[in-house]
């Protein structure tokens, strides 16, 4: 496992993470898409959050069991809380995942580009569907 040191833009949300990371993620959700992110999921021991949560702004969106955590200052979303699974991701064996997903592209040491990437096929999912 390495401990990777992570910060939004401007250095206001900061924070750690402890994994061996072997790919990032990529969504097709509208947000995602637009956002840029390469995520990588990790469980709640693995990530220390150093700025208070409450430091941060909140944004939910479609199911709203979603939270995405930006950076005040410089808008940047270094980690969120995954959305719950859907009724069809349910019924398709998907289980609920309750950790983190990080913004690996606010990690310092870390190079995504060298990373396989694993796509997410967001757009397909409805909230209630």
């Keep these: 496992m390495t401990r990777y040191s992570g910060s939004c833009h401007c250095g206001f949300v900061r924070f750690s993470v402890t994994a061996d990371i072997d790919h990032a993620r990529v969504c097709n959700c509208s947000i995602c898409h637009k956002r840029g992110t390469l995520i990588f999921r990790v469980p709640d021991d693995a990530l ?9 702004t909140l944004y939910t969106w479609g199911s709203h069991t979603a939270k995405d955590y930006f950076c005040p200052r410089c808008g940047i979303l270094p980690f969120r809380r995954p959305s719950a699974p859907s009724r069809t991701e349910r019924a398709a064996g998907v289980t609920e995942f309750d950790g983190w997903a990080i913004n690996l592209r606010c990690l310092e040491g870390l190079d995504p580009a060298n990373l396989p990437i694993r796509h997410i096929p967001g757009a397909d999912i409805t909230p209630d569907g």
């Design 48 to 56: 220390t959050i150093e700025t208070p949560l409450s430091d941060l």
